[in-house]
Structures are given as C-alpha cells and as structure tokens.
C-alpha cells in the first residue's frame, strides 16, 4: 500500500542558544505533505524556512518535536542512519547549484546513484531520460564552470531525481537566476512534479515560484502563519493547459 | 569508482599547489635514495678495501696467537696448510706472513707497531702492497733488511725513503731482539690508522730474529667470489679443526658493524626527511578541506557517508604524495647511476678525515635496488599519516553547518 502522506512533522521545534536566550528557528510546527504535492515555504528572511528544511531533510535534528518521512521517526535515527535515508528518500536542491565542480554534468547526476550501487546499464538509461526532461542532452558531458547558473541548476534537479526519491527539498532554487533561466526551472520542476508524481517542498521567497506553487505555507518567527493554496491560480491553470 | 576519479581530478583544481607538493615529495625522495645509494656505495667500497687491501676474505692462525700476537704461536705445517688452501676450488689467491709486535725506534722517537713479514710476490697480489707505494721502490730481492712503512707514521716518525729506523720486539724464546731496517718504500692506503701501525718486511728478515726459519702466523686468503665465504670458512674449519679459521667479519667487526647498521641509519635519515615532507602535505590538505567545505557539506547531504568522505580525502593525499614518487626514483636513479660510473668526489669533506674511517674520498653511490620497495612503503607510510587529520576533519563536518559557509 502506498502511503500519501510522505513528510508529517509534529510538534517541531529548534531552539538555539539554549543556555543564554533561546531563539525559536523553528516554534512547534505541524506540517504534513501529501505525496505529489508542490509546496513552497515562504516568508521572510529569518523566518525558519532553511532551518525547517534541514529538519525535515535530516540535515539537524529538532530539539522538541518528530517527523516522520513514510512513517519512519527520522528524529530517532542516528548520523550515519540518517545519511544512508538521505541518500535513498530525498533528493536536494541548494540555492547555489552545489554540483561537484570536478565531475561533468552527467557524472554529477550518476553520483547519487553510484553512491546507491546502480548498475551502469540503468544509470546510462536514467541520465538520459533526465536529460532528455531538462532539455540538456548535448550539454551532458559539461563541466559545471562550463554551464550557465540555469544550466547548473537544471543539472542540479535531476541529479535530485536521479533516484526517484520520496521527494526533493529545493532551498531557495531561484535565487541566484535570471528571471528567464527561473521560469525555465519552475517549468521544469513542474513538468517533472507531473510525469514523476514526485513531491517538491521548496523554500523561497521569490514571487515567481510562489505564483507556481500549487499550495503555500507561510512562516514568520518559525511559526506557520497560513498554509493555504497559491492565491495567484493564473499562471498554474495555463502552465496545465500547456 | 567516482570517488577514485574525484581524488584525482581534485589534486588538479590547484595545479600550482599540487605540483610544488609533488615536487617536494620528489625531491624529499631523491634526497632519501641518494643517502642509501650513497651510503651503499661507500660501504661497498670499505668492504671491498678490508677485503682486497687489508685482511683478505679469511685468515687461518693458530688458536693462541691472536690473544697476544705471541710469535711462538706458530702454524705448525704452515706450508701444508698454505698447499692446500691453494688447492680448494673458490681460491683465488693465498699468502703467508709472519707477524709480530715491536717497537720501531728512530733518532728522534718510537712508536708501537705490527711488523708483517710477507713473501713479496705473494703479498702483492693479496694486499695490492706494491699499488699503495707513493714514494721509493718495492723490495728489492737482492737486498737485505728493508722496510716499507705508511705515510701517516713516516710523518710522526719523519721518516724519509733511505732513512735508517730500527725495530725492537721480543723472539719465540721471549728474548728481546731489534734490528736495523731501511725505508724501501712509504705506502699509503685509504684507512690511515692502519697505515700508522703497520710495516712491512720481508719474511726471511723478521723470521730470522724471530727465530722461526720457514714458520709463518698466518695464512690469509682471498676468494674468487664474497658469496663462499662461509661455505669456503666451513671446509677450511673442518679441515683444520686444531686452528682458528676467521671470515673478514670476524677479523674486521667494526666493517662488520658498521654494514649492517648503515641500512639503519639510511631508513632513520629518509624517515627523517618524510616525516618534514608531512607537514607540507598535511597543510596542502587542510586547506583543500577548508576550502571545499560546502563541497563536502553538500556531498553528506546528498547521501555520501563519512567513509566515502574519508577516502576521498585518503586518496587525494595519497595521489599527491605517490605522484612525486617515479619522480624522485627517476631522478635518484639517474643520479646514482651517474656517480656510479664517473665517481663522487668527496675529498672536500676533508682526506684525512675520510682515510681515518678507512674510507677513500672518491665514492661510487649503488642505487639500491633492493631496498626500493622499503623506500615506498616509507612513503606510502607518510602518505597514510599525511591524510589522518585533514580527513577526519572532514569527516568531522556537519553538513547543516557546512553548507551555511
């Protein structure tokens, strides 16, 4: 049986400077994502959507709380434990681009799944089914001082789905984008979104990806303040009529 | 695989950086197998002069004379014995020589020496006597009571060829007996302190003071090959079970000694020398980690577990330092085998004091072939220790933490 609730956080809460004056990154936070969905994280600067992330992504551990990813605890798993879920659940996006500068553009991709131990056979088949999806084909044996930062940052999301994970956690993906090499992104992550049924929950406090977002959950102070779906209902209905 | 790939294409982002460390490394390399080459030649070369110019491969005496060099103790059937040494296949060459201890008084001192008494055609062959001579003439047959002296006492004594010195000692009935030599010859070898406690007479001179008629002490025999030495020393033992049969190891244990520990030294010289080239390479190191922290932040992230990490770190340092490795072989092996066909000159380290240890100034270093596999394992073993830190600190990192720099 498939479960549709991939991410379901509980209580969550991240306190530093414990000793001195506690400062909630993150304060009691419930959040449940649904398999498929295509979430953004917004807010302003401070506001706890990176730290939430991490959470969420096994990066740090909450001080209060629990998250369970397809109904595993991840609060209770070990580093090591916790680097082998990561590699096999989810897959991550960095704001910028964070592609292995001595690999090319296809070996970046494989990386995650030489890390798992696919055979080449099936990584050859992958990478150009993913390459074919970012319309990057001829680009694929680039080093990444070679490609533009949309170009990097196309490489950088499939190389996040390399694996079919469980979901990808994309940081602030556009941020360091020109509007055009953006919207060329957000097409992307919406066409893979679709075709792949894989769930995205993206931090951002860009416009351009707020409008694209099929729900939206605001933070201020590490608090969720809204969590309703985007008011801008436009620019989706004709991106789906594409 | 990709880790492996990472390593190398990773010691290449700062080319400069790599190449002033594989340099070093090779240079580090050069210095450690030119110490051992060096350091095999020069002891090749002692062992050679011990056994071509001084004490031969084997000696036979009789079992008391060499606690107090008494010349009563003579080889009984001496000319037997030197008849059948001759006769063993692996024999090059042996000689006999009468020996005593005596005091050689000149008008202006004395000093304590050992007086061999040799049969000059044989002794030639057997101590390269005649090649060491630098001023004077060999024995003439025709003449009496000549001597040949070294150059280091003939500069104590202020002898001179012609000069007239006389020799004291006591006889096999323990009688105190002297007589009046002539310098023939001033020789001089590469070991200066044997030069200045032996001379040379003939041995129908000295037997006649002694009193031995043909008797003789020793019997000292060079060999066709190093390698039978024992084999050869066996059969001679068993042979002559009643006399003491001495290899040059036996007769010369500080050459002895001093081989065996060479190699020591050399290895505690090149450890030395690696142990230096670390901290350059663990600095080159930590400043790539420091550098790629978010690199590395991103790849725990992604799902790379501590021990990738770990060996990727391993391996850059390893490629680093193993990268200089055929360089400085190359160029130790070029060098060694330069000077081991033209000569190291070295007599600006001083003659005397080089002829002091018994060594000569010129040195013919042997790239030591055999001792290679140890060299790399030393560096090997500076590579493996180089990476201990700067891996752990990577390995150390959190990737929540990383990834904010």
């Not at chain 1, 400077?17 to 917004?42: C, D, M, Q, S």
């Not at chain 2, 005593?100 to 000149?106: E, I, K």
């Not at chain 2, 500069?155 to 096999?172: G, H, I, P, Q, Y």
């Not at chain 2, 003659?351 to 140890?374: H, I, Q």
Request: proline share 3%.
């Amino acid at each position: 049986m498939i479960m549709n609730t991939v991410i379901d956080a509980h209580n969550v809460s991240k306190v530093y400077n414990k000793e001195t004056i506690p400062v909630y990154a993150v304060n009691n936070v419930h959040l449940h994502i649904e398999r498929g969905e295509f979430t953004a994280l917004v807010g302003p600067s401070g506001s706890g959507k990176t730290t939430l992330l991490n959470l969420i992504g096994g990066l740090d551990k909450p001080d209060e709380g629990h998250i369970y990813i397809n109904g595993l605890d991840i609060t209770k798993l070990s580093a090591n434990e916790l680097i082998d879920f990561r590699l096999k659940n989810i897959g991550f996006v960095f704001q910028s681009f964070n592609l292995i500068p001595v690999l090319t553009a296809k070996e970046n991709v494989e990386f995650i799944m030489l890390l798992q131990g696919v055979k080449r056979g099936g990584r050859d088949k992958r990478v150009k089914q993913l390459f074919d999806q970012i319309e990057m084909a001829d680009k694929i044996d680039s080093r990444p001082a070679q490609l533009s930062g949309g170009q990097q940052q196309r490489v950088a999301i499939a190389r996040a789905l390399a694996t079919k994970p469980q979901f990808v956690l994309a940081d602030e993906p556009t941020a360091n984008l020109d509007s055009q090499s953006a919207a060329n992104l957000l097409d992307i992550m919406a066409k893979l979104n679709k075709e792949e049924q894989t769930t995205f929950l993206f931090s951002t406090h860009d416009q351009r990806v707020i409008d694209r977002a099929r729900r939206v959950v605001t933070l201020v102070d590490g608090r969720i303040t809204n969590d309703t779906a985007s008011v801008s209902t436009k620019h989706r209905d004709a991106n789906e009529k594409k | 695989m990709v880790i492996l790939i990472m390593a190398w294409r990773n010691i290449w982002r700062n080319k400069m950086r790599s190449i002033v460390i594989i340099l070093s490394v090779a240079v580090g390399l050069f210095a450690g197998i030119a110490i051992l080459a060096l350091y095999q030649g020069m002891m090749k070369s002692r062992v050679r002069t011990v056994i071509d110019a001084e004490v031969g491969h084997l000696q036979i005496h009789d079992i008391n004379f060499k606690k107090d060099y008494e010349s009563k103790f003579v080889l009984k059937n001496g000319a037997a014995i030197l008849r059948a040494v001759n006769l063993i296949p692996g024999v090059k060459l042996a000689a006999a020589r009468s020996i005593t201890t005596g005091m050689l008084s000149t008008t202006t001192g004395s000093a304590g020496v050992q007086i061999n008494g040799i049969i000059p055609q044989l002794e030639y062959g057997i101590s390269q006597l005649k090649r060491k001579i630098i001023k004077g003439k060999a024995f003439d047959p025709a003449k009496n009571n000549e001597i040949m002296i070294g150059q280091k006492l003939a500069t104590k004594m202020k002898l001179k060829v012609r000069s007239k010195l006389v020799l004291t000692f006591t006889d096999t009935s323990d009688n105190m007996v002297s007589g009046a030599f002539r310098v023939a010859a001033i020789y001089k070898s590469d070991n200066t302190p044997l030069d200045e406690k032996n001379v040379y007479v003939t041995m129908t001179d000295l037997n006649t003071l002694l009193g031995i008629s043909g008797g003789f002490h020793e019997v000292i025999i060079l060999l066709k090959n190093d390698q039978d030495v024992k084999k050869i020393q066996l059969a001679l033992k068993q042979k002559f079970p009643a006399y003491q049969v001495e290899s040059w190891r036996e007769i010369s244990p500080e050459t002895d000694f001093m081989v065996k520990t060479t190699d020591q030294y050399s290895y505690i010289i090149m450890v030395i020398i690696m142990f230096a080239l670390a901290f350059g390479i663990v600095n080159t190191m930590l400043m790539a980690v420091l550098e790629r922290t978010r690199e590395i932040g991103m790849m725990m992230a992604l799902g790379t577990n501590r021990l990738k990490v770990f060996s990727l770190i391993f391996l850059e340092t390893i490629f680093l330092t193993l990268a200089g490795t055929p360089v400085g072989v190359l160029i130790g092996w070029g060098a060694s085998t330069y000077f081991n066909k033209h000569g190291l000159d070295l007599s600006g380290m001083g003659r005397d004091m080089m002829s002091s240890f018994g060594f000569g100034t010129m040195v013919y270093p042997e790239f030591p072939a055999d001792k290679l596999l140890a060299v790399l394992l030393i560096v090997a073993g500076t590579a493996v220790i180089s990476c201990i830190f700067p891996a752990i600190k990577a390995v150390k990192l959190q990737p929540v933490d990383a990834l904010r720099r």
